[in-house]
Each structure stands twice: as C-alpha cells, then as structure tokens.
C-alpha cells in the first residue's frame, strides 16, 4: 500500500508493512548497524508562504491515478473561455504548446534509480484538525510527522518514530519504480512532459460550468498522481468563497463578517496540503471555492470594507471555523473533533437574554436536550430550516453506512448515546451488532463522517420499531465558531460585523494582515 490509495498507477517491487514495535526493534539496534532512515515519501516542492499575494488552490487532485502500463487514467482536457488560447509552459518557462484547449492523457515512466520510503502510518481520521493534533502529539517528541491526504486524513512519520499510547500505527515499506507523468495530446500523436508545468489563460479557463482567472500550475504530489491547482490573489479567491459559504443575498454585515472569516480561515489552514506542494483545496474539506465572477456587488463591496482584516489571538490568525447553524447553542472545538481547545470560542446559549436565561449550561442529559429542540424562539438563526430536524436511520441504512466506513456490515441491533459534551452535543455513539459482531463506538468527527445524512451531532435519539431508530436534532455543521444564520439574524438586529465577530470569538483582535515572509521552496529528491 502507498497509504490507504492502491498503488495500480505505480509500478513497485515487493511492499513489507508490519504493524506495532518495528520501529522499536530498529532503536534498539547499536547504532552501526542500524539502516538509515528513508524518506516517508517521494517528495515535492513546497508552494510559497501564503500571504495577500496568492494562495495556491487545488481545482482537482489525484489526476492521473489509476494509470497502468497500458492503461490511462481519465484525461483531463483544458479549455479556454474566450478566444485567446491557452500556454502550455515547462518548467523553464518556455512556452510547449497553445491552443483553445489542452488534453493531457497519463502514462507510467520507470524512475532510472528507483525510490525506497517507508513509514509509520496513523489513519484513517475523520478531519484535517484530528489529522494535525495527533501530528502535533509526533512533532512534541521530535519526530518530522506530516498530514497526508491519500484518500482519508492520514499523519505519516519516519519509521523510527515511537509508538502513540492509544493510536493504533501501521509500517509501510514500499519501492516506487515508476512515476505517472501528463501526456500532452495532439494530432501527430502524445508528447509525455516532465512537471510542474504552467498554464496561462488570458481569458480565463471553463471549469465546472464557471471560468477560472488562473495562471493554473499541473504538478505532482505525494502520493503519485497529479493536481491542477489555480494561483489566485487572497481577494479574489474570497470572491469565489463568500457567496458560496453565506450566500450573496445576506446583509452587508454578515457578509463582511464572513469575508473576514475566510479570508482569517485560509491563512491559518495554508499549511493543510503543504506534503503534495498546495495550499488548499476548493471543496468543504476546507472552504467552497468557485467562479469568483458568481460573486455579486454587495459581496464585492463586503471584502473591500474588510479588506486584509483578519482576526487575531495573540498575534496570530485564528482557526476561524465556522457552520451553517448552531441549533441554538455553540461547541466547544473539543465537542466537534480531537483537538486542543480553542481559547476563543466557547460553549454558549446562542439567543436572547430570555433565551440565555432559559438554557442551563451545561447542557450533558438526554432531557436537557430534548427541552433544548423543542423550543425556538429568542434563538439566533432560528429561521434555518435545519435549526431542527428528524430523520431515521433503519439497521440496514446503519449496516451500509458502516460497511461504507470499512467496519463490516453486520446489521445493528442497537444505538445509544455513550457520551455528551457540555453543549449537549453527542461525544460517542454506541453501535451494538448482530451474529457477534463487535460493538462500534463512533466519536467526535467519525458520527457524521460515517452517518453522513446527520446535519449535527446535536440530537436525541429514540427507537422507532424494530430494527429503526429516530433522530431528533438542532443545527447544520459542527457548531463552532460563527453561526451563518445567526450572523444573519444578528446583521437583521442592526449588528456591525465587528460586534457579530466579537460575539462568535470572544476576546480576538480584527487587525489588517501582516506579510509573512518569504520561506525558500523545498527541492524534490
């Protein structure tokens, strides 16, 4: 295995993965006889330090993958949006090709010396933030941990690195022979380029029935295959994120309020694809990113009042996370996934004094969340039509969900709640199973991860016949940080978007953007 992706687009000689105290065993060895230490995988450049400038933003990853001696993965065709070709420009910089469009086929080359890695392996996690505290919990001990995205959230660490109390490691030890290069199609036949290559498209790239600006980078990653990336001004990439988050019909202070999120949000989570040479990704692994042109004079007129402001703790842009509603009642960071907690946001009745009065914190019993769903009014947001929801769930629905996730699929018998936080929301979901299966506890970010048509983890259950159950339920998205539909309601309510931030985020500072500086490229092997 190259992670949890299969290496069929790669050509590899025999794979050895072992799970548990290989890396011991190599400590314990006298230091003359130990192997050194190979790389965790096959390196590539780091993009530059993100800043006002440019963010690098993948369009789409994993091109390429699947490609086998005598098979190509998908093509992957680029089309201009007005009549000005596209430059197909090599890593010189000279110019390879042009035309209104691009058609790139992949083809599997054999390295003249191929590359040995192996790693310790922790994964697959739920979300990048669970990915990054364990990472951390590595890098406390010395150890060069990274956070990977093959297919899950991975964290890969030197084989050497020590055990993790409670966190369950698999070694990998791999040879890579070959490598999927882009094959540049033409009437007179294929012409096989070496990356990362640049495309300039002067009036702008077809993509996804909208036009990106660009200039667009195809270059390598980590794992084998390749990502068509857009390198886009910090301003206009909030152009394409605003009005997708909040909506471009919100008032001028929610609006200004989410720009200055996003804007905060991608700076403090540029780091997220730093393995595979990127800074962010366009889908909700990390902010929805899209034709900024779709982006309406009022959201325009809200990045520019807000323009490089973001928000601060202790001098440092904060993880500015944000969801669509909060139910009525915020989380805590710890309440959403395996994280430390965030010392600007807290646990809180989101609503009016009436409504604060009335919700008593914290709120960890079945009881006290039920009364919490069965009331609405004085709550910010209430008008979201996910600010309550039933659904159901049937053993088979259950048993699908979890074969999905990689846990079997033996039919559920049954469900219950193991644990809460002290905004009510569920920590631990109890899974019992059929035939003698063993029981599944789902945590923090794995309930919805697994259960995906869960709009949160806010909510009670109850049996419903045999073989059902019923969710009862508040709010859309992990509830920490900004409510989008409170942020509306609060802007209705004549709130400035400095005073909405300041209720979301207590105690942050909104301070214009400081440069960060420049951090020299780190060279492929």
């Known amino acids: 295995m190259f992670g949890v992706r299969s290496l069929a687009h790669l050509l590899v000689l025999p794979v050895v993965a072992t799970v548990g105290c290989r890396a011991q065993d190599i400590r314990s060895m006298p230091p003359d006889l130990q192997a050194p230490v190979l790389p965790t995988h096959r390196s590539v450049p780091a993009p530059p330090a993100a800043g006002q400038a440019t963010l690098w933003v993948s369009l789409a990853d994993h091109l390429g993958r699947g490609t086998l001696p005598q098979h190509s993965a ?80 991975e964290v890969w660490a030197p084989l050497d690195a020590p055990d993790l109390s ?18 540049l199609e033409g009437a007179e036949g294929g012409r096989t380029l070496q990356g990362p290559l640049q495309v300039q498209a002067p009036n702008g790239l077809r993509w996804k029935g909208g036009v990106m600006r660009g200039p667009f980078r195809l270059q390598a990653d980590a794992y084998g295959s390749w990502t068509l990336l857009e390198q886009v001004p910090l301003e206009r990439y909030l152009e394409g994120v605003v009005p997708h988050e909040i909506g471009a019909g919100s008032p001028a202070a929610a609006l200004q309020a989410q720009a200055v999120l996003a804007r905060t949000w991608a700076l403090a989570n540029s780091h997220r694809f730093a393995i595979d040479g990127y800074h962010l990704c366009s889908d909700t692994q990390c902010q929805v990113y899209s034709d900024p042109r779709q982006a309406s004079a009022s959201v325009r007129a809200a990045i520019r009042a807000t323009s490089g402001e973001v928000l601060r703790w202790e001098g440092e842009p904060i993880h500015a996370v944000y969801h669509a509603t909060n139910g009525g009642i915020s989380a805590s960071g710890e309440e959403a996934w395996a994280m430390d907690p965030l010392p600007y ?102 309930i919805r991860r697994t259960l995906r048509r869960l709009p949160s983890t806010l909510f009670v259950l109850e049996p419903e016949g045999a073989g059902a159950w019923q969710f009862q339920g508040g709010g859309f998205g992990h509830g920490v940080g900004l409510s989008q539909a409170g942020a ?15 209720h979301y985020y207590p105690g942050t500072r909104l301070e214009p953007l400081r440069q960060a500086p420049p951090t020299p490229p780190v060279q492929a092997p």
């Open 345 to 446: 946001v807290r646990v809180q009745a989101d609503g009016t004094q009436a409504w604060r009065e009335s919700t008593l914190l914290p709120l960890q019993s079945a009881e006290g969340v039920k009364a919490l769903l069965q009331r609405r009014d004085g709550a910010y947001g209430a008008g979201h039509p996910r600010f309550r929801w039933t659904l159901s769930y049937s053993a088979g629905q259950l048993a699908q969900a979890l074969a999905a996730a990689g846990k079997g699929n033996a039919l559920p018998t049954k469900v219950s709640v193991q644990d809460r936080g002290p905004s009510g929301r569920v920590l631990a979901l109890a899974i019992e199973r059929d035939g003698g299966a063993p029981s599944v506890v789902l945590r923090l970010d794995a």
């Open 166 to 183: 409670g966190v369950a490691l698999r070694d990998v030890t791999t040879t890579i022979a070959a490598v999927v290069r882009p094959v």
């Open 74 to 153: 998908s093509l992957l065709t680029l089309t201009s949006a007005g009549q000005a070709p596209l430059q197909l420009l090599d890593p010189s910089g000279t110019v390879v090709a042009d035309g209104p469009s691009l058609r790139f086929s992949w083809r599997l080359v054999p390295l003249e010396t191929p590359l040995a890695v192996a790693r310790r392996v922790a994964g697959p996690l739920a979300s990048f933030e669970s990915a990054e505290r364990l990472a951390d919990r590595w890098r406390d001990q010395g150890v060069e941990a990274k956070v990977a995205h093959p297919d899950e959230w």
């Open 488 to 502: 509306i309601d609060l802007a209705g309510r004549g709130w400035s978007a400095q005073r909405i931030l300041q």
